[in-house]
C-alpha cells in the first residue's frame, strides 16, 4: 500500500469544514482547560489565601501575646507574691496548740467560760497545701459575754471560718439574763507546705 493511494480514499474536506473541526477541537481543550487545570487553581488559590489569612490572623494574635508579655509575668509574680503573702499569713499545722489557746483567751476575755473545743470533721473542701481543720467550741455565758465572743470569733485573720453558731437558754426563766450555751462549728485554715514554694 502506498501513500498515493492512501490519499484518494481519504475525503477532501473544505476549509470551512477543517474549521470547524478546528474550531470544535479548540473549544473541546478549552473546556478541559477550564474543568480540569483552571477551576482546581483557583479552587487551590482560594483555600491558600484562606490559610494565609488565618495564619496573619495568628501572627497577630501571637504579636499582641508577645507585647502583653512583660505585663503577664508581672500580673504573675504579683499573683505569686499575694499568694505567699496569704500563705505566711496562714497559721502553720504545728500552730493549731497556740491557736486553740488564743480561743480559751477570747472566751477569758469576754467572761463566757469555754465549756469544751472538739475535734470535727471539715466541711470545706482542701485546697493545695492548705488543709482545713473542723472544730466545735461551746461556751457558756451571759447573752452579752456571748455576743462578745462570737464578734471575736467572726474578727480573727481569714485562717478560721465560723459556719454555724446554736444557742440554748440556760434557765428556768427567773432571771432576766440567762446564761446561754452557745455551740459554735468553724473551720480553721493551716499550711501545710512551705512558704516561697
Avoid at 508581672?74 to 488564743?102: G, H, I, M, T, Y
Amino acid at each position: 500500500m502506498n501513500l498515493s493511494s492512501l490519499k484518494l480514499r481519504m475525503p477532501r474536506l473544505k476549509q470551512r469544514d477543517l474549521t470547524f473541526i478546528i474550531l470544535g477541537i479548540s473549544i473541546l481543550l478549552g473546556v478541559a482547560w477550564y474543568f480540569y487545570m483552571f477551576n482546581p487553581t483557583r479552587d487551590r488559590i482560594t483555600e491558600l489565601d484562606t490559610q494565609i489569612s488565618n495564619l496573619e490572623a495568628e501572627v497577630s494574635q501571637g504579636e499582641i501575646a508577645q507585647a502583653n508579655l512583660p505585663e503577664l509575668e508581672a500580673s504573675l509574680a504579683r499573683a505569686k507574691q499575694a499568694r505567699d503573702d496569704f500563705l505566711a499569713e496562714l497559721p502553720q499545722e504545728s500552730e493549731v496548740a497556740n491557736l486553740l489557746e488564743s480561743f480559751r483567751q477570747e472566751a477569758e476575755a469576754n467572761n463566757v467560760v469555754l465549756a469544751s473545743i472538739n475535734r470535727s470533721s471539715s466541711r470545706t473542701d482542701s485546697i493545695e497545701n492548705v488543709r482545713a481543720l473542723g472544730f466545735s467550741l461551746s461556751t457558756t455565758g451571759d447573752y452579752a459575754s456571748t455576743m462578745g465572743f462570737l464578734a471575736s470569733l467572726e474578727t480573727l485573720k481569714r485562717f478560721t471560718k465560723l459556719s454555724s453558731v446554736s444557742f440554748a437558754v440556760q434557765s428556768d426563766g427567773s432571771t432576766d439574763n440567762p446564761d446561754l450555751n452557745t455551740s459554735y462549728d468553724l473551720d480553721v485554715f493551716v499550711y501545710t507546705g512551705s512558704v516561697g514554694e
